[in-house]
């Protein structure tokens, strides 16, 4: 069965740093594999999607993830970190059949 | 075009009572998933419905939860004699269809809050 493990529930960084936040899956298929953003009080929203066109995927607000097979990974990164990418972030694999499963989320935290 | 739509979004009830959530997806979407986030957890998958078809319901529990996604009208998330550990955002979200590589579109979700 698909799951996902994003290694640290929580990450801090100084605004300007790079983030990096981990994603790892585990699919018997090549998998569609997302990224989405949760601010608070709201609901998720695709920040970006990998469908087994190009590795490098790019997405909204400057971020990207490259797909890895080798080591069955999707980490999201941005090179300069703004106070107001401040939120929870939730990696996802798609089923074979349309079902969406989640990690359990990092929450991201800026500093000035 | 509206995004999906969930009410209420806040609700409250005392233990024994019902929850009814409501979600009306995007317009064309026919494709509707339910899930549970509680604090400091992530979202757990409950259920995905197609229009009158229940496809997935291994994330919900056994007893007083019940979803449905009738031909007419919005999809409802029953629970019944809610207890304390029921209190939670349920989110809704929706999709096209097969082939649309999954991305789904989610409400701002409903607040349940059982006293």
């Known amino acids: 069965a698909q799951s996902v493990t994003q290694l640290g529930s929580h990450v801090s960084v100084s605004e300007g740093a790079l983030v990096l936040l981990r994603c790892n899956y585990s699919?018997?298929?090549?998998?569609?594999l997302f990224w989405y953003v949760q601010y608070p009080n709201q609901g998720l929203q695709l920040l970006l999607k990998?469908?087994?066109?190009?590795?490098l995927v790019k997405g909204i607000n400057g971020f990207e993830a490259e797909f890895k097979k080798s080591e069955t990974s999707f980490h999201l990164t941005k090179p300069s970190a703004h106070m107001s990418d401040a939120a929870e972030y939730f990696c996802?694999?798609?089923?074979?059949?349309?079902?969406?499963?989640f990690g359990p989320g990092t929450s991201l935290s800026v500093i000035p | 075009n509206a995004g999906v739509m969930q009410n209420p979004r806040h609700l409250v009830r005392r233990r024994g009572q019902e929850a009814r959530l409501r979600c009306s997806p995007m317009?064309?979407?026919?494709?509707v998933y339910w899930y549970r986030q509680l604090p400091e957890e992530g979202l757990k998958f409950m259920v995905y419905?197609?229009?009158?078809?229940?496809?997935?319901e291994s994330g919900m529990p056994k007893e007083r939860f019940s979803a449905e996604f009738p031909k007419e009208g919005p999809s409802i998330l029953r629970i019944q004699q809610v207890v304390r550990g029921d209190s939670a955002a349920y989110f809704c979200?929706?999709?096209?269809?097969?082939?649309?590589?999954?991305?789904?579109?989610f409400g701002e979700g409903s607040r349940l809050t059982v006293l």
């Open positions: 699919s018997s298929v090549p998998p569609y």
């Open positions: 996802a694999v798609e089923t074979s059949y349309d079902k969406v499963i």
């Open positions: 419905l197609q229009k009158e078809n229940i496809i997935d």
């Open positions: 979200a929706s999709s096209p269809g097969q082939g649309t590589a999954g991305e789904l579109f």
């Open positions: 990998y469908t087994s066109a190009a590795t």
């Open positions: 317009k064309g979407h026919s494709h």
